[in-house]
């Protein structure tokens, strides 16, 4: 028998009635709140790519692997990196971004135990991120901010001077870790890094500034590619420093940096008092997936030295939650 008008009604009605009172139901409560994990809640605002693995694609996925609750924030959204012929998305402004911290904040959902920050383009987009670790600290006063300050490598800049300043006046003192290259680390104390002590020299200067943990996260020196990793356990006291000596890789890779970054925070809250193990996590983790990707390339016939490469991410899983330590820290007396 065929439905008629009113039979249709009456059967459309009830699901009407259900939605009425779906909509005056209470929201259930987040189990990433109600429920915390043992390592904690991340807030990550990065760079996001639909292709390919740099800022949040780097490093929320492993920081999920090794436990956490990650909340990313994409500061942009690009097809893909910009070392393509060409790319397009769009640009994150402060404005915007201060409009999520106040959803989040209207529905009571700021509580975070770790902020992640990495590639930040503008002036206006960093002053919006000190607004929002001051919203975080106010709600959680023992968060944990773990600042990669992205500004550019092997003698050059890609963001604006403006940002050097920024970060050196005012992001450096709010940091709890900070993970520089060689170049960012020259740029934020004005100290060229010619040397291992030079390097230790860095580390101490920034530690005077702010953050209690610093890891200069590639160095060369000679020759030689080497991390230097300095804790500070408290104020005035003597760092515990360290370096792991790095394996070349002859390629050139994207997104590493961010995922240095992720898994330095995963692993180092893992093992809070010891920064040099929590390096060692890092860095041979770090070493086991480009060796992967090296080889997957050179198996796809492609030449791993014309360009740079798309890291191997989801193929090493494995690698990331249990890394297999081959490079270990040597500490300075």
């Known amino acids: 028998m065929p439905f008629s008008l009113t039979t249709t009604t009456t059967l459309r009605s009830p699901n009407r009635n259900f939605r009425s009172r779906k909509s005056r139901m209470s929201t259930p409560p987040v189990l990433s709140l109600a429920l915390p994990s043992d390592t904690g809640r991340v807030l990550s605002i990065q760079s996001h790519t639909v292709q390919g693995y740099v800022g949040n694609k780097s490093a929320v996925f492993p920081l999920q692997l ?52 990495g590639y930040i383009g503008s002036v206006s987009f960093l002053n919006t991120i000190l607004e929002v670790i001051n919203k975080l600290r106010s709600v959680n006063p023992n968060l944990t901010y773990v600042c990669d300050p992205v500004m550019g490598d092997e003698g050059k800049l890609y963001v604006p001077e403006e940002l050097v300043h920024v970060y050196r006046e005012k992001v450096v003192p709010l940091a709890s870790m900070l993970t520089p290259n060689q170049f960012e680390a020259e740029k934020l104390t004005g100290l060229r890094i010619n040397s291992e002590e030079d390097g230790r020299e860095a580390c101490a200067i920034l530690h005077a500034a702010g953050p209690s943990k610093v890891v200069i996260t590639s160095i060369t020196i000679g020759g030689l590619l080497l991390l230097i990793g300095s804790h500070q356990k408290e104020k005035g006291q003597k760092p515990e420093q360290f370096k792991i000596l790095i394996d070349k890789i002859p390629a050139y890779f994207t997104g590493t940096g961010d995922l240095m970054t992720a898994l330095l925070l995963g692993w180092s809250n893992k093992y809070p008092d010891s920064l040099d193990k929590a390096a060692e996590l890092a860095v041979s983790t770090l070493q086991a997936l480009l060796r992967r990707t090296l080889d997957d390339y050179q198996r796809a016939g492609y030449d791993p030295t014309s360009s740079s490469l798309e890291i191997r991410l989801i193929q090493s899983q494995d690698e990331i939650r249990n890394p297999n330590v081959e490079l270990k820290a040597e500490r300075y007396s």
């Open 66 to 117: 090794l436990g956490y609750d990650v909340d990313p924030i994409n500061s942009v959204q690009f097809s893909n990196h910009t070392g393509y012929p060409t790319f397009k998305g769009q640009v994150l402004n402060g404005e915007q971004l201060w409009e999520l911290i106040q959803g989040l904040e209207g529905n009571d959902l700021l509580f975070y135990t770790h902020l992640l920050t």
